[in-house]
């Protein structure tokens, strides 16, 4: 193998290298905004539903009502 076919290759395999590197990097901070949004979105379903836990709590029993049909 001469220099040159190494030198080649070396380089090749660098330029793959940073290809890679940088598909990570885009997937990392990809993940990282993912994981913020799901977060924020966990937060919200918490407090929805404690929303709705305190509105069918405060809510007067039903009497004997009739049926919206009768």
Same mark, same amino acid.
């Given at each position: 193998?001469? +220099?040159?076919?190494?030198? +080649?290759?070396?380089?090749?395999? %660098? @330029?793959?290298? @940073? +290809? /890679? /590197? &940088?598909?990570?990097?885009?997937?990392? %901070?990809?993940? @990282? &905004? /993912?994981?913020? @949004?799901?977060?924020?979105? &966990?937060? !919200?379903?918490? &407090?929805?539903?404690? !929303?709705? /836990?305190?509105? %069918? %709590?405060? !809510?007067?029993?039903? +009497?004997? !009502?009739?049926?919206?049909?009768?």
């Amino acid at each position: 193998m001469t +220099e040159n076919t190494t030198t +080649e290759r070396l380089d090749g395999l %660098e @330029a793959i290298v @940073a +290809e /890679q /590197q &940088k598909t990570i990097d885009d997937l990392s %901070e990809m993940i @990282a &905004k /993912q994981w913020d @949004a799901h977060e924020r979105l &966990k937060h !919200q379903l918490g &407090k929805m539903t404690d !929303q709705i /836990q305190d509105l %069918e %709590e405060n !809510q007067p029993a039903p +009497e004997n !009502q009739k049926a919206p049909h009768y």
